[in-house]
């Protein structure tokens, strides 16, 4: 809130997005919305305002990978049928308490567009900053065709120029192309596609491979065609090795990946994003917040996988980005990935796949997820020590007195 101006952090404990530990003495100038000057000395700005950290931990704003914000609830059928302007105010209220955890960006991976991300820009939502996939594309009964077994096609309008929230129903390498194109036109950082059955939908189960080669390769190639790249929803390894071997990006989820396909992820350069605090959530509290029991049925299946996958990419050396997949209310509990993940996981490597590995994800590499010279000032202060107490990234954000994005304090608890 209030006008960008030089900024300069004195005495942090810095944790730069990149290294394994914290660098005690460090100073950092903020000038506008980005970092000017990182050094161990410190550094003379005669119209900066000094904020003494006294050895508080200053690292970058965090990045959630897989996010929905217009995922009001866990049932997508019935928010398929509310308005929009309903699901906007919740999409407004998620922004704004993941900004206050600390999430200064997060990737949404279906429904989310470019209304949002332009109040996110304009200020009207303090939110993170918002890459969007706009709406997922999916075949008939994949992942997000949310019409029960007595639905006919007509009963929503699966077109891709209007009509659906979260998903678009395209079939053959034509409509395919028409659909991705459609995002891509309406501002979408990245395509999303369904490759496999999903926990959400009702009628495909989770082994179902989604989309043929040729469809595939086709989104991929209008992706690509943008510069940028396709993120597929994907449990199996043979739906997660089809997907890479086509040229697919960003696996979401991946529960059930086993060892080969893991090392075919890490030798083609592809990224994973976990989301294992969803389906602890879904299992606490999906039934009672309108999951229909389908859904509570396929959870099983993946949600005992979830904690051996982070053993299985890690072993393969796959870059794991940091996402959580959560919906509605259980959004609350987005922090809490950090601590499930830390069963397998460094803190350090936790922190980086959270900061400087979804920022390469994101094709932002250099301007998030790092304090350095050139990047955003997208910068949390901690009271204590991340690496020795991933803890203190939870509760709402109540150990974190300064959170700035771009620049601007969107919280500021220090004098």
């Not at 000094?50 to 049932?75: C, N, Q, S, W, Y």
């Not at 997508?76 to 308005?83: A, N, S």
């Not at 990946?257 to 602890?280: F, S």
């Not at 794991?320 to 609350?332: N, P, R, S």
Request: net charge negative; hydrophobic share 45%; proline share 4%.
């Amino acid at each position: 809130m209030g006008e960008r101006a030089m900024i300069l952090f004195e005495n942090a404990r810095l944790f730069d997005g990149l290294g394994g530990e914290l660098r005690d003495g460090h100073h950092v100038l903020v000038e506008g919305e980005r970092i000017r000057e990182v050094s161990d000395k410190p550094i003379k700005a005669a119209n900066a305002e000094v904020i003494d950290l006294k050895g508080r931990t200053l690292m970058p704003g965090l990045i959630d990978a897989h996010f929905h914000a217009m995922a009001a609830e866990p049932d997508f059928t019935k928010m398929e049928g509310l308005p929009r302007s309903y699901l906007h105010q919740h999409a407004r209220h998620l922004l704004e308490a993941a900004l206050k955890r600390g999430f200064t960006t997060v990737r949404d991976a279906g429904g989310a567009d470019y209304g949002l991300a332009m109040a996110v820009k304009a200020g009207l939502i303090e939110g993170p900053r918002l890459f969007y996939a706009g709406r997922a594309l999916t075949q008939t009964g994949g992942h997000a065709d949310f019409r029960g077994l007595e639905a006919s096609h007509g009963d929503y309008c699966f077109c891709s120029q209007s009509g659906p929230i979260f998903g678009v129903i395209a079939d053959g390498v034509p409509a395919v192309q028409k659909a991705a194109r459609e995002e891509l036109r309406r501002g979408a950082t990245q395509i999303k596609i369904m490759a496999s059955g999903g926990v959400s939908s009702p009628t495909d189960p989770i082994w179902n491979l989604q989309y043929s080669e040729q469809e595939i390769r086709a989104i991929v190639w209008e992706a690509q065609s943008w510069r940028t790249y396709v993120m597929a929803h994907a449990y199996t390894p043979e739906a997660i090795a089809r997907c890479v071997a086509f040229g697919v990006r960003s696996i979401e989820h991946a529960n059930l990946i086993d060892a080969a396909t893991a090392r075919q992820c890490a030798e083609a350069g592809a990224y994973v994003v976990p989301t294992l605090v969803t389906y602890q959530m879904l299992e606490r509290f999906g039934a009672e917040l309108g999951l229909p029991a389908v859904g509570l049925e396929k959870l099983k299946v993946v949600r005992a996988a979830g904690v051996q996958s982070l053993e299985i990419l890690k072993a393969a050396g796959v870059s794991i980005g940091f996402g959580t997949d959560l919906l509605g209310a259980m959004q609350q509990h987005q922090s809490h990935e950090f601590a499930i993940r830390a069963e397998v996981l460094s803190p350090a490597e936790i922190l980086r796949s959270a900061t400087s590995v979804n920022a390469a994800l994101l094709n932002a590499e250099g301007d998030l997820g790092v304090v350095a010279p050139g990047a955003y000032a997208d910068l949390l202060v901690v009271d204590g020590d991340p690496l020795d107490d991933l803890a203190l990234l939870e509760d709402q954000g109540a150990h974190l007195p300064v959170i700035m994005k771009g620049g601007i304090f969107m919280k500021r608890a220090l004098p």
